[in-house]
């Protein structure tokens, strides 16, 4: 429940954040850049479903190796498997999703400027561009979650690689730090137990 209600709020700050910024970049500009600005949010969507895929069909074992190693990225790289869930429900879900909604309000947008730049008596010529350009955004969105959940099920070592660097630069280079969590000292635990049961027994 804690998740659902963090990952809800998190959705609609992000899905306000994009829709507000989208709109405000497509209203001072013609409906050829406004077009640019969709495919740009299509190829977000693209790839952070990629990401979430990747996270999910990743092993864990290749990164213990190159941590051990103490290849940049590993640690993290393994904290992105363990939470697979969590990470694919984010990139997947949330910002897959938002990105399908904003690139189709997007398009509406750029369709009502196609309409308004067209000369009087071209009206078919306005209609058949915007059915083929809201086709075009979709077979795009379709077609390319496609290519990229098959790339990400192939090569999901690397990937998950890329974002456990990408993530590393963050903390080492920035400070900042976007995965949480560390291990918990069991064994501690477990060798102070085991003292007692010693001492009871002595």
Known sequence: MRWSIFISIITFVLASVFSVVSTAMLQGVVWAAGALI???????????????????????RPFHAMAAE??????QSIFIVRNADRFSNFCNDVVGDICGIISGTASALVVVKMIGSAPEGEGWLTAAATVVFSAVVSALTVGGKAVGKSFAIHYSIPIVLWIGRLFYLLENRLGVRVLGGGRKKI???????????????A
């Open 70 to 75: 103490k290849v940049p990225g590993a640690k």
């Open 187 to 201: 064994n501690g635990k477990r060798g102070n137990k085991r003292a007692a049961r010693s001492d009871t027994s």
């Open 38 to 60: 969709v495919l740009f949010i299509v190829c977000i969507g693209i790839l952070f479903d990629m990401m979430g895929i990747a996270s999910a069909s990743a092993n864990e």
